[in-house]
DNA sequence: ATCCCGAGGG
DNA sequence: CCCTCTGGAT
């Protein structure tokens, strides 16, 4: 694998890729956070839906805080394992206020230490709130990593380390964000369609998947 | 039925 | 590494 195959990968995404969505509508750490604890499992649709009134109750994490889960709960009803995203939203909020004097913490540790925020959520925030140079492995990027050669056999942490090291310094912000997009609506989990990839040049798997459809 | 831009716990 | 949580869209 030539060394700089990643490198190709991501500029040919770059070059060609539709304007963001979820997650660039909340540059603002707080409501970035959250909507990303929100979207555990459950569809960027239908985070979308509910966050405008969520936010407009609770702009902060003081405001959040005081609403409470009780107050939460209501707003993200429609979403899958709302009742114990309510209960961490609040939690969440209250330890920042506690902790963290009503800021994000820019820390991985004290990111990753909140309630419902694991890795790919710190990543998310790091990168997209913070611009640090992180990359937020979700299954649709992992999948990729392993498919395309450029991390076959990695484990998710190792995709991460990767892509980190061999993503062009101004293409690191918001890149994860570009590979999300196309491993789900081109390098999808089933019937990829590479004829569509415009980074086919530069991966191997295309060679396994049926031709186009006429 | 299966998946969703996961996290927490055993 | 496995399992569970859990509503909605397809």
Request: hydrophobic share 45%.
């Amino acid at each position: 694998m030539p060394r700089d195959q990643a490198a190709a990968f991501l500029r040919a995404l770059a070059g060609a890729n539709p304007a963001p969505e979820t997650e660039l509508l909340y540059r603002d750490p707080f409501t970035l956070l959250v909507a990303v604890v929100l979207s555990a499992q459950a569809t960027d649709a239908a985070v979308n839906r509910c966050t405008p009134a969520l936010f407009a109750a609770a702009p902060t994490p003081a405001a959040m805080a005081a609403l409470g889960a009780e107050g939460i709960g209501p707003h993200i009803r429609r979403i899958g394992l709302w009742q114990g995203k309510a209960r961490n939203v609040a939690a969440l909020a209250q330890q920042l206020m506690e902790q963290h004097g009503g800021e994000v913490p820019r820390d991985r540790a004290a990111l990753e230490a909140l309630p419902g925020v694991g890795r790919k959520t710190a990543n998310v925030v790091l990168n997209v709130a913070f611009g640090e140079a992180t990359m937020a492995v979700d299954t649709h990027i992992f999948r990729l990593g392993n498919r395309t050669g450029l991390a076959p056999g990695k484990t998710p942490r190792e995709v991460e380390d990767m892509l980190v090291r061999r993503c062009p310094p101004e293409l690191l912000r918001d890149a994860h964000h570009w590979l999300i997009l196309h491993g789900r609506y081109v390098c999808k989990a089933r019937a990829p369609e590479c004829w569509r990839c415009v980074a086919a040049t530069q991966c191997n798997y295309r060679d396994k998947v049926p031709a186009p459809p006429r």
